[in-house]
Each structure stands twice: as structure tokens, then as C-alpha cells.
């Protein structure tokens, strides 16, 4: 998330002083590029790893802070929610085995954050959607209690000026109306970066743009978000919508949005790109000091860009344009933002040897992209993999061409000699680019999590079924094998788990509802042909205002069945929360003398738990 000592851009004089200091960047890093100070030599890579706080139940823990305090180095920072961290690896430099190094380095810091985490209790995890995700973890009160995210959250939400109106479609549907930027915190990801070279810059940024679809492809992890199926990598839907400062009525227009994967080819020079994005989005954030980065170029020195850093953190395109100062010289980076975290470290590392091996080898036919492919077609290709992953086919320098083929027979073959121009390890180019080639030929993480969550809900409520998902892949995330080699799910042991049974774990979602204008007619049949005996009943506010049971139909026995549900439905109802425990259910019910227990929140049904849930 950037630099954490902000505030927020409010007044006119704030924002004309803000924006006095961001044009002396731009010409500060023109002249920079003029005088051709930018580091060629060596080129580096680098990575952000972000993961995931648990609780002994596999659930989001509050105490990053506590966990980060314990780890006590410099390499791990603070994500929007409580429940995230994140690591900054040091750079290497691309050479022999430096995958295999970062690989290492990566390994032994989360180790190290494990470490601080076991003894708070506390479990950590890859994964680029935690599956046991609840609503209750997107509110305000889940947001890291630091100057950055809620500035940006006031920011963003004083830009927008109404609250974000997230609806994503797949196999399920999530439609919701949220007050905050806390969705963000769902989302858990591998940030990769590259160094580029000058001269070379905006045309491999454009070809980082071309090849996004295909590598998004066989990198998607994450289709699950509170429980549903949606996109195979619903953290692109996710993010675009979360951090969306355009009102409704703004979003079929021309306006783009803040996150975005672009809508032209680049052209011009790198500081250009940093002026469309001046030009596109006003800034948000302003900070105390400021440098004359004008001023500090005349004296021999290297200024750190700090007013165009901090727009540029605010502007997050899934390719991203990144400028750095380090060992006293400037360089250029492109950050890969789209790869999900998880679930292996090696999956992690394989992912972002191939980007950077089909980065490397660009071959001479594919230069000029702008002449090469339609923009539109390239960006269509980046969202159709983020919601079908594998099983779409591109459009591919003029030809439709499967996922597989394109990666299998082109991109793979691309990528291994550019690393073999590079100086790679042999070894280590053949073991990651085959965890990528295993799971293009099996399954990629997104099939695994669909296939084990359906065949997990067969011995399993939805809840337990994401418990035991999340468990499987703590067990498994420092696992040598790529999620390619995985077994798909048919069962796995909850008992070993360390949690008090409540509600949530038991009951059950999937219901079916009548209205208060219902008849008792209609009741009676859904009763029959579903083989129920209790109905929740619902106003036109879907607030729980009753409930009928088959018992309560026998006992009107000849009444006239076109009465209304409203008529004779319980309205003295007895209820509780999914927070509390399986014991108490009993004990409500046994006390009650009743079968069925509504669970709700704020009046709100959520679900139902019966005597014959709490004996299984």
C-alpha cells in the first residue's frame, strides 16, 4: 500500500501545493531521462508476497499487528486488513539461480512469520481468496488501524460520494452494496516486478499488456469469494469494483476507472504514461514534506519522485509502471499485479519465472504490438482468463487459439529461451516452467478449489466445506509439488481441527422461503414435493417475520388452504445467531420444544439449523 504517513487531499490550497511538487517530478524525471541516468546494468527482480492471519479455526485472525511486532523485520509491512501481511523481498539480480534464491528467501521469512505466528496462536496462509471469508470481515471495524487506509478510505469514498455497487456473476452471483474499500482486504496476491531498460521500456510494457490473458490464465487460484463460485480468478472483478471512484452514472461513460487494465496502447516515453495518469485521476493523498526534486537533480543527487510516487500508488493498473532509486541510480520497473497468492510457494515462483521468461523472450515478429493486435482484443483476452482461466481461447495476433495450444506450443517454448539468453539456471528453468506445463495439462488452482469445495459439500455444510478447504491448504503450502500434481478433494478430516462447534458450522443456507402473501395451498405442496417441514417466512423487506411447520398444517386440518401464510403463520419466534455454539442450539430447542431454530443477523435470515442437522 505505499507510504503510510498521509493525509487527505482537501482544500484547494492543499491540492494546488500537492500538484506544484508532482509537476516538478515530471519534469525532474524528464530531465532525468534526458540526461540518460537511468541504471541499464544489472537488470533485478523482486516480489511482494502478500498472506493471510488465521485462527486455530482457519477463520480471519484481528492481530497483524501483534504478529508483525513479534517478527520484528523490516522485509514484512501492514495490507488494509487486520488480517493480512505482507513481505518485500530484496532485489536480485537476474541472473543463474536467482528464482531458486528468491524461492528460498521467501520461504525462510514466511517460516519466520509462521514462527511469530504459532506462538500468538495464530496460523498463516497463501491463498488469493481466503475461502472461509465472511461479510462481517469486509466492514470498517477489519481495517488495519493505520494513517494510509483510512485516509484512502475517506478519500475514495468522498470521490465516489455513494456507496460501491459490487455484482459479479458466475456460476454463482454476489450482489452487494458496501460503504467502504474493504472488499480490497479479499484480496490476498503475487505482486512480481522486472526491471526494464530505458530505451526498451514502453515497448515491453506493451507487451507485458499482450501476454496478461495468457499467463492470467494458468495462474487463476482464487473462484471462491463468502462461499460463492464465481469468476476462476475473482480478485480482478474484486479489486476493479472495490476501489472504484466513478458513481453509477459515470460508469458507461469514457471515465476509466482507478483500476484498470488500460484502454490504448502506449506510446511517447515513460514519463507520458505518468501523465495520462495525472491527466486521468486526480490525487487523493498528500504527505507533510515534499521534495524540490528539480532542486536535488542541481546538486548531484537522485531524488526519490515522492509527490509521483504517491499518485502513482493510487493508480492501479494490473500492469504497473514503477519508478525506484537504488545504490544512489534510478531504474524503471514494470510490476505484475494480476497473479494470486498461493497456494505453494512453488506455484508462486513457477508463475513469475514464466512472465518473466515470455517478458525476456519477446521475439522480433512481436515488437511494435500496436501494429500486431487490436488493443481491445488484447484486454478482452486478460478478462475473459480472469473469468474462465484455462478453458477459453485467445485472440492471438490475428488467429483464435485455445489457452492450452498458445501456452503449450508458444509461450512456454518463448519463455525457456529467454531464460536461456539470461543465463538461468537449466535447472531451475525446467522445474518451474514444468509446475506451469503440469497444470495447463491438468488443472490449474481454480479447478482444484471447484472440483474439491462440490465434492467437499457432499459430506459437508457450505461452511465446513470452506473450513476444510482452508485447512488442506495451510497443510499443503510449502508442498515441493505445484497444485497440478494435487489430488482433487473427495473428503478431508475436520476433527484434527481445534474449534468450539457454532451455528454456522451446521445449519443450513440453501432455503427455501415463502412470503407472507403466500397461500397455505402453495405451502403445503413445497412442503410435499421438497420433502421439508419447516418454512421460514419473510416480508417484502426479506426481514424473518414467521414460520410455519408441516406439524402446524396438520393441526389446521380441513381449514381452507387459499388463507394466507400471514394469517396462521408463528410469529413468536425463537432464534440465534451463527456465532453461538451448537450446545446453546440444543438448548434453545429442547427448552422450546421445537425443531427448527432460525439463524439470523439484524432480523435477517441466514439460514436454518433443525434436530436432525445437530445429530450429524
Not at 494490473?318 to 531504474?331: A, S
Not at 508462486?348 to 501494429?371: D, H, R, S
Not at 510449502?478 to 482433487?488: A, D, L, M, Y
Request: proline share 4%.
Amino acid at each position: 500500500m505505499g507510504q503510510l504517513n498521509v493525509k487527505q487531499l482537501e482544500t484547494p490550497q492543499e491540492k494546488a501545493h500537492y500538484t506544484h511538487f508532482l509537476i516538478k517530478d515530471i519534469e525532474a524525471l524528464d530531465k532525468m531521462l534526458k540526461d540518460d541516468l537511468f541504471e541499464k546494468t544489472p537488470i533485478r527482480i523482486g516480489a511482494e508476497q502478500e498472506f493471510c492471519i488465521l485462527k486455530d479455526d482457519f477463520s480471519p485472525h484481528k492481530n497483524c499487528l501483534k504478529i508483525l511486532r513479534a517478527i520484528n523485520d523490516p522485509h514484512f509491512t501492514t495490507e488494509i486488513g487486520v488480517y493480512d501481511l505482507e513481505i518485500n523481498s530484496d532485489p536480485l539480480v537476474l541472473k543463474e539461480n536467482c528464482f531458486s534464491e528468491l524461492h528460498k528467501q521467501l520461504e525462510t521469512l514466511l517460516l519466520k512469520a509462521q514462527k511469530a505466528a504459532k506462538a500468538n496462536n495464530t496460523k498463516v496462509l497463501l491463498t488469493g481468496i481466503l475461502p472461509t471469508l465472511r461479510h462481517k470481515h469486509i466492514l470498517e471495524k477489519y481495517m488495519t488501524p493505520k494513517p494510509r487506509y483510512r485516509v484512502l478510505n475517506k478519500a475514495l469514498k468522498d470521490s465516489r460520494s455513494q456507496n460501491f455497487n459490487i455484482h459479479i456473476k458466475g456460476a454463482d452471483e454476489l450482489s452487494l452494496f458496501h460503504n467502504s474499500v474493504m472488499l480490497e482486504a479479499c484480496n490476498t496476491s503475487f505482486q512480481m516486478h522486472l526491471q526494464i531498460k530505458l530505451e526498451e521500456f514502453v515497448e515491453k510494457y506493451n507487451w507485458a499488456q499482450t501476454i496478461s490473458g495468457p499467463i492470467l490464465a494458468a495462474c487463476v487460484n482464487s473462484p471462491l469469494l463468502f462461499g460463492r463460485e464465481l469468476w476462476a480468478e475473482t480478485r480482478i472483478a474484486v479489486f476493479t469494483q472495490s476501489i472504484d471512484t466513478r458513481t453509477n452514472s459515470m460508469v458507461f461513460n469514457e471515465k476509466e476507472s482507478r483500476v484498470s487494465f488500460g484502454d490504448r496502447w502506449e506510446t511517447g516515453t515513460i514519463t507520458d504514461i505518468f501523465k495520462d495518469h495525472i491527466s486521468r485521476f486526480r490525487s487523493l493523498l498528500a504527505l507533510d514534506d515534499y521534495e524540490d526534486s528539480l532542486d536535488v537533480l542541481q546538486k548531484g543527487e537522485i531524488p526519490k519522485l515522492k509527490a509521483l510516487q504517491l499518485h502513482n500508488g493510487t493508480v492501479y493498473k494490473w500492469n504497473r509502471v514503477c519508478y525506484g532509486v537504488g545504490g544512489g541510480k534510478p531504474h524503471l520497473r514494470i510490476e505484475c499485479r494480476y497473479a494470486p497468492s498461493g497456494p505453494t510457494l512453488t506455484d508462486e515462483i513457477a508463475n513469475m519465472v514464466f512472465w518473466v521468461g515470455v517478458m525476456l523472450g519477446q521475439p522480433e515478429n512481436y515488437k511494435n504490438m500496436p501494429q500486431n493486435m487490436p488493443f481491445k482484443a488484447v484486454k478482452n483476452n486478460f478478462f475473459k482468463a480472469a473469468r474462465y482461466g484455462m478453458d477459453v481461447s485467445f485472440n492471438w495476433m490475428g488467429d483464435t487459439i485455445s489457452a492450452k495450444d498458445l501456452i503449450l506450443n508458444e509461450l512456454l517454448p518463448l519463455a525457456k529461451r529467454g531464460l536461456q539468453n539470461t543465463q538461468i539456471n537449466p535447472n531451475d528453468i525446467d522445474f518451474y516452467l514444468n509446475v506451469i506445463k503440469e497444470r495447463v495439462n491438468g488443472k490449474t488452482g481454480s479447478e482444484w478449489t471447484v472440483k474439491s469445495y462440490r465434492n467437499l459439500q457432499h459430506t459437508k455444510t457450505q461452511f465446513e466445506a470452506r473450513q476444510a478447504l482452508t485447512a488442506y491448504l495451510h497443510d499443503n503450502q510449502f508442498s515441493k509439488n505445484g497444485i497440478g500434481q494435487w489430488p482433487v478433494l473427495t473428503d478431508y478430516d475436520l476433527d484434527k481441527i481445534k474449534f468450539k462447534p457454532l451455528v454456522k458450522h451446521k445449519m443450513q443456507s440453501k432455503l427455501f422461503i415463502i412470503h407472507e402473501s403466500d397461500s397455505l395451498e402453495l405451502v403445503a405442496h413445497i412442503m410435499e414435493w421438497k420433502k421439508i417441514h419447516h418454512l421460514p417466512v419473510v416480508n417484502k423487506h426479506k426481514i424473518l417475520t414467521g414460520m410455519i411447520t408441516w406439524t402446524d398444517l396438520i393441526k389446521l386440518g380441513n381449514s381452507d388452504l387459499k388463507q394466507s401464510v400471514k394469517d396462521v403463520m408463528k410469529t413468536e419466534l425463537y432464534t440465534i445467531s451463527q456465532e453461538k455454539s451448537i450446545k446453546k442450539a440444543k438448548e434453545i430447542m429442547t427448552k422450546a420444544k421445537i425443531n427448527c431454530l432460525p439463524v439470523v443477523h439484524n432480523k435477517r435470515l441466514l439460514g436454518i439449523i433443525t434436530t436432525n442437522d445437530l445429530k450429524s
